[in-house]
């Protein structure tokens, strides 16, 4: 079996960073929406449903204070996509392992063409 070296183990740890950073961040959103994750606009990353239960809130509580709230207003919330998911935390993995790669590779082979 071929050791790996100092820079596909770091690559490694990194993407693995990366993968459960990616997840807390994902996760947290849905929970706790609006999270810190709001302020980065990864808003395309999730499914989004109306939020009846905050929306009762918001006209209650509009009603109590005499202001005007729309009756077509609805408040959405989070809600888990496969896509998204998958968008958000392996595909820059993807594109960096490649990029890598095929950088490598080229400085490689350029190296190689001043050599001969």
Not at 42 to 56: K, P
Not at 58 to 68: L, N, P, R, V, Y
Request: with cysteine; hydrophobic share 45%.
């Amino acid at each position: 079996m071929k050791k790996l070296n100092g820079w596909v183990r770091l690559g490694i740890v990194v993407s693995v960073l990366w993968a459960l950073s990616a997840t807390f961040i994902y996760v947290d959103e849905i929970v706790n929406h609006p999270s810190f994750a709001a302020e980065y606009r990864l808003h395309g990353y999730f499914g989004w449903t109306d939020d009846i239960e905050a929306t009762q809130k918001a006209h209650e509580k509009a009603k109590a204070q005499g202001k005007d709230f729309s009756e077509g207003f609805l408040f959405q919330k989070p809600i888990f996509s496969l896509t998204g998911y998958l968008q958000l935390a392996f595909v820059p993995l993807v594109v960096c392992w490649l990029g890598v790669y095929l950088s490598t590779w080229v400085v490689r082979w350029v190296r190689e063409g001043f050599r001969t």
